[in-house]
């Protein structure tokens, strides 16, 4: 659903059962402006700033961070890998101005598909941290707003094949806290698909 509100405040009220996924955020070296500014409603400089305020309230509230990425053995002619390839990013890279504020404790996914649970142990992890007791809530951030960050979210009524029928946070009674200026891509059908998800109208 919409909110009206910050999704850093957001962030300080549920602190203590909060994870932050970042979503095959691509170096931006890796895009012309063209093709990058293409998507999104925000500016490159912008999204990145914003996503960087996210991850050092993340890091100063000592949540756990999963950088997600296609794994870089995909087999070559698969769907995702032309995919990439078409793009130019394969194979992907979170971008080095995200990684800098990162500490060496935070997790990597290598994923296969568009869902990030899909044949990985992110579940479990999630499961396993914040002494135990797991997470609730995920703050989304990255690329790309109409395919990999709402199949990882769980809305996968415009995917296909194993993305159309894998369960995604949303599945598993995971909150879900994210804004526009976080995201790549300004395609956000799904904001107001499940109670379970809190689309802060500002960072």
Request: contains cysteine.
């Amino acid at each position: 659903m919409r909110i009206n509100g910050s999704l850093l405040k957001a962030m300080d009220e549920v602190k203590h059962s909060l994870a932050v996924l970042v979503i095959d955020e691509f170096a931006r070296g890796e895009f012309s402006d063209d093709l990058y500014n293409r998507y999104n409603t925000y500016s490159s400089n912008d999204i990145c700033s914003a996503q960087q305020k996210v991850l050092m309230l993340a890091e100063l509230y000592n949540c756990p961070i999963f950088l997600i990425q296609m794994d870089r053995d995909l087999p070559v002619g698969s769907y995702y890998y032309n995919h990439m390839s078409e793009l130019g990013s394969y194979p992907m890279a979170t971008s080095k101005s995200l990684r800098a504020l990162l500490s060496n404790q935070t997790r990597v996914i290598n994923k296969h598909t568009s869902n990030a649970f899909v044949d990985t142990n992110l579940r479990i992890l999630l499961a396993q941290t914040n002494q135990c007791e797991g997470v609730e809530n995920l703050v989304v951030l990255g690329w790309h707003s109409n395919m990999c960050v709402p199949a990882t979210i769980g809305i996968n009524d415009r995917l296909e094949g194993n993305d159309s029928t894998v369960y995604g946070a949303t599945n598993y009674n995971l909150g879900v806290l994210t804004c526009q200026q976080v995201l790549s891509g300004s395609d956000v059908f799904w904001a107001d698909s499940s109670d379970f998800i809190k689309f802060y109208s500002y960072l």
